[in-house]
């Protein structure tokens, strides 16, 4: 099997997975337009970015979203966000690795949460997912289009996109640090209110019926007085 139909068939394989947990989610409407709502926003920041190489807040979106509302919305955030933004920027066959990534990152953060929470801990955890991304984005295109998938020709082509990867992380750094933590108690406490349940108790059986009043009973007459 080649390197190229390997790499696709591992980006197929995340992407089914993120659909078939859509599908057997059992939340609301509401969170369902959130996780939209996400992916939209994402995708208009990174088209604002756009102008900066290599700065993608879409990362840090995607990780937030996973650690607030859990693997299901980290993992259809950032497939969208992938979707929306690269109908302005470009659609082509970097599409669906970008989308598999950025779903990859939000799942991240659910599995992460506990670190994702504070502040230092989401950028760090942010900053990796910068490199991963990008070396991820370079194995991916040399699989796809050579000249060979190699650890030298991995070495070089990571060797001329340093400049951008380090951008990449950098800004998803600062990002965690000025917005994440503000996010990330907003996600959640909109997601409290989502998910809240209301229990109605059903009405119990009807009350018996009361029985019914009998002949007013007649006491016996008091006999009179002697005469």
């Keep these: 099997m080649s390197a190229s139909l390997t790499v696709v068939l591992v980006l197929v394989v995340l992407l089914l997975l993120g659909v078939i947990a859509l599908e057997r989610g059992g939340d609301g409407a509401k969170e369902l337009a959130l996780v939209a709502t996400l992916g939209a926003v994402a995708a ?38 992938g979707l929306i933004s690269n109908s302005f920027l470009g659609q082509g066959p970097w599409t669906p690795p970008q989308m598999a990534l950025w779903a990859a990152a939000g799942l991240t953060g659910a599995l992460l949460r506990p670190v994702c929470r504070n502040a230092i801990g989401l950028a760090l955890v942010a ?88 002949p007013p009973s007649r006491s016996p007459p008091r006999p009179g007085p002697p005469r």
């Excluded at 102008?51 to 980290?74: D, S």
């Design 44 to 81: 208009a920041g990174r088209v604002l970015f756009s102008p900066l190489p290599g700065v993608q807040p879409v990362t840090t979106t995607c990780i937030v979203a996973g650690a607030a509302l859990g693997p299901r919305a980290g993992l259809a955030v950032g497939p969208i966000a």
């Design 127 to 214: 900053g990796i997912w910068g490199l991963v991304f990008s070396w991820a984005m370079n194995v991916w295109f040399l699989a796809s289009f050579g000249p060979e998938l190699s650890w030298a020709s991995f070495v070089l082509a990571t060797g001329r996109s340093i400049p951008f990867d380090v951008a990449h992380a950098a800004g998803n750094v600062v990002l965690a640090l000025v917005a994440g933590p503000a996010l990330l108690r907003l996600l959640e406490r909109y997601a409290r209110r989502v998910r809240t349940e209301v229990v109605v108790t059903p009405p119990g059986p009807p009350a018996p019926a009361p029985a019914p009043a009998g």
